[in-house]
């Protein structure tokens, strides 16, 4: 795997804030996804996350990343936090984007792939709550996971 970024997103991008905070442009093209699990991987393994941790945000990231580029228009950000709610240390994971695309992307061959669709059960079965945010303009999907 090639661990650049792809055209139009830079380094310069990918913005950490303080030491539990990251914020990340998320281009609108699917190479962009590669790159947005990568550069989230690098960064929730440098705030000491367990490795099990790690690797269900990543997978978390990879598909509400994925629903973002494939089926939303752009402009899209990837946020990461940790918080305290409700007495649960958690990774907050959000993708923002400005909402449902007129006409979602199908497979080339015109069929539903059995590899599309299940990033929603993927959500749900990682993350320890999760839901959606609307309003004017933008939504807001999120999970949090625990991060003892």
Do not use: K, Y
């Not at 494939?70 to 402009?75: K, R, T, V």
């Amino acid at each position: 795997m090639n661990a650049t970024a792809p055209s139009g997103f830079t380094g310069s991008h990918a913005m950490p804030h303080r030491d539990a905070e990251f914020l990340c442009p998320l281009p609108h093209i699917p190479e962009a996804v590669g790159f947005v699990r990568r550069r989230a991987q690098t960064v929730l393994a440098g705030w000491n996350l367990p490795s099990a941790t790690i690797e269900d945000a990543v997978l978390v990231i990879s598909e509400l990343v994925t629903n973002a580029v494939s089926h939303a228009l752009p402009p899209a950000v990837l946020h990461l936090s940790r918080t305290d709610a409700e007495g649960l240390r958690a990774l907050r994971i959000e993708v923002t984007d400005a909402g449902p695309a007129q006409c979602a992307r199908r497979p080339v061959d015109g069929g539903q792939s059995e590899e599309h669709g299940r990033g929603s059960g993927i959500v749900t079965a990682l993350s320890v709550r999760h839901g959606v945010r609307a309003h004017r303009g933008w939504i807001t999907r999120w999970a949090d996971l625990r991060a003892a």
